[in-house]
């Protein structure tokens, strides 16, 4: 019984060439375009190979490892893991990143959520959707340091303007407490022009009349923000959602060029923690170690808030 | 998900059109709702803009005397001293005068260090990538969706995992502060740019290819003479995107490429940052430094913006 139904489909794939004359010109103009698409990807695969696959099949064995870069990696199975578990200063960067990250998400998506909303309803110049995006384009350490130096204890115009109202001055990058409130603040001014013009974007794809029969119903732009704008952006704010807390959990930069983990380890995120496990300790092995742990957090994270925001099933149509 | 359906609007607005007037409709009553929408959106904007104002008034001050008025609106003690020092056309006794340091900084050495490897990495990677995204597109081959697939995965590794052994590599290779090393990463492929490009290249009208093929070009003769003139507007915005994104890239330089002779910009201004030439930093001169650095991407907004921002739908997968 087996037999025949095994090689039926074969019989039925032979079956034209048997009627219809070979074509041969088809076949080798198949072999060409195969064989010039594997030219054309090469270059992209050799990239793709060399330094985003091997980097991962090595990052994940460096984890198993102690590697301090100057002898060869010695295996030495679940220890990284063991010492990661029990390390407070890994557990201390997964809260101070989580905190940074809650508060930098939170007041981002809010602030940008509204700019958006208030730029779809007034105007569509792109003189003002250019200066919202300006701070997106200079560079993570430029909008530190600019902050850097208006923050400053003694000489930054923001404390001259709280000590101005009569305040005490603020220890911005100094004391534990402000340090990451800080960071987040000057991140979220980086991004939020930015953010605001991914949920634009969005926005000009919700259709006009939907607002038009509202205005027609006599809804207030309060109640078509709530009723309209907010269930039909869904699926944009659930992806620009996924995409900023991915992003907002790689901070270095700002961190790097301003606190350096301080004060007392109050902003030693997560990334900067491993920079400096595996960059100035030489710990290749448990830095590893540690960025997987990070991987695999950030999958489930993206994993849950795709599945508890339905990204993929739009409320329009 | 977002991205796919935004390609085909976003092939048609990048294209660089004289401004769009939308169809006149009878004027919106100025209610008091929309005059605190104009006030929020207006404080916005002042937010946006004070910090680059704040940097080119202190750049234009005397380090020595921004202290003793910290607060005030205009320059302090008017100079062009910081951009001299900075630019390297001061004497180091003018920079100590003026509280910069005395040593000499190599800001046009910088500044060469980054031009060339922001255009040799948005180079390569544009060519490359529109060639894969052009593969991954238009033609049919074995294992192509495998290959899109993985490189999409990509998309979800964070880059410290790869940062680490991709050191190391660069290392074995004897590519530590070299162009080569800082440049190869990104050189040939982002998973980004390869997504962004293939999005595009799907919605280019097949009967053109067709009508090439019936006139017996190849592969390889389709992909110069149809798709990348006829992709050439996302392909410029790519070209962009990567341009600043490679300008604004700091971790990576600052693990390989720390020597002054291949230092970029960003990472010259880390190490600026750290020196304290008498007692503070030197606030005019890393205020100047910071808008010099920043220069070249304001004017490539000024007049590349509106592809930018029409771009904006779509690198949120960065």
């Known amino acids: ?317 | 998900m977002t991205l796919t359906t935004a390609a085909p609007e976003l092939a048609s607005t990048t294209e660089p059109s004289p401004p769009k007037k939308a169809p006149r409709r009878k004027k919106p009553r100025l209610t008091v709702g929309r005059f605190f929408a104009w006030a929020a959106l207006v404080a916005v904007m002042l937010i946006t803009l004070i910090p680059f104002y704040w940097m080119l008034r202190t750049s234009f001050s005397t380090s020595t005397s921004l202290g003793s008025d910290p607060g005030s609106p205009f320059p302090v003690d008017f100079t062009l001293g910081a951009y001299e020092r900075v630019l390297g056309l001061a004497t180091p006794a003018e920079a100590l005068a003026e509280g910069g340091s005395g040593a000499s900084i190599n800001f046009w050495a910088y500044l060469r260090n980054s031009l060339i490897v922001a255009t040799v990495t948005t180079i390569g990677q544009v060519l490359f990538c529109s060639m894969a995204a052009y593969a991954f597109a238009r033609l049919q081959w074995k294992g192509r969706d495998l290959v899109f697939s993985s490189f999409i995965a990509a998309l979800m590794v964070p880059p410290i995992f790869t940062t680490i052994p991709n050191f190391v590599t660069i290392r074995e290779l004897g590519l530590l502060n070299t162009y080569a090393g800082i440049i190869l990463p990104t050189l040939l492929m982002t998973p980004f740019a390869v997504f962004f490009l293939r999005q595009f290249f799907l919605g280019i009208s097949r009967e053109v290819e067709e009508a090439a093929i019936i006139d017996g070009a190849g592969p390889i003769r389709r992909f110069f003479q149809v798709i990348l003139p006829l992709g050439s507007a996302p392909i410029a915005t790519l070209a962009i995107l990567t341009y600043i994104t490679s300008w604004n890239e700091y971790f990576w330089p600052q693990l390989v490429g720390r020597e002054e002779d291949v230092r970029v910009l960003t990472v010259a201004l880390g190490v600026f940052r750290s020196q304290t030439p008498q007692g503070g930093p030197d606030w005019a001169g890393l205020m100047a430094a910071t808008l010099i650095a920043a220069l070249p991407i304001l004017i490539l907004f000024l007049f590349m913006g509106r592809r930018v921002i029409n771009s904006i739908g779509y690198s949120g997968t960065k």
């Open chain 1, 1 to 317: 019984m087996t037999a025949p139904t095994t090689t039926r489909p074969k019989a039925g794939r032979a079956q034209p060439s048997g009627l219809v004359p070979p074509r041969k010109p088809l076949i080798t103009l198949k072999r060409r375009e195969a064989l010039a698409a594997w030219g054309f990807v090469l270059p992209a695969l050799l990239g793709f190979l060399a330094f985003f696959v091997w980097p991962a099949l090595s990052g994940l064995y460096y984890s198993f490892t102690d590697f301090d870069l100057l002898t060869a990696p010695e295996f030495i199975g679940l220890d990284n893991y063991t010492r990661l578990a029990a390390d407070p200063l890994f557990w201390n960067a997964i809260g101070t990143t989580s905190y940074y990250v809650a508060i930098n998400i939170g007041l981002q998506t809010v602030l940008a959520l509204g700019i958006a909303v208030l730029m779809h309803r007034l105007t569509q110049s792109m003189v003002i959707r250019g200066i919202v995006m300006l701070p997106y384009l200079i560079a993570n350490v430029i909008a530190a340091l600019v902050w850097f130096y208006m923050f400053d204890f003694q000489f930054g115009i923001v404390n001259e303007v709280i000590n101005a109202i009569g305040l005490d001055r603020v220890a911005f990058f100094g004391e534990s407490d402000w340090a990451i409130p800080t960071v987040a603040l000057i991140n979220v001014w980086r991004h939020m022009g930015y953010t605001a013009l991914l949920i634009f974007a969005g926005l000009q794809t919700i259709p006009k009349e939907v607002y038009e029969a509202g205005a027609i119903d006599g809804g207030s732009e309060l109640r078509m923000f709530r009723s309209i704008t907010l269930p039909l952006l869904r699926p944009v704010l659930a992806m620009v959602l996924v995409v900023t807390v991915t992003g907002s959990f790689q901070l270095f930069d700002t961190i790097a060029v301003t606190t350096q983990g301080g004060p007392v380890n109050s902003t030693r995120v997560i990334n900067y923690y491993i920079f400096d496990m595996a960059f100035n300790r030489f710990d290749f092995g448990y830095g590893s170690a540690m960025a997987l742990a990070l991987f695999v957090l950030l999958a489930a994270f993206t994993f849950i808030q795709l599945r508890l925001t339905r990204a993929n099933k739009s409320d329009l149509g």
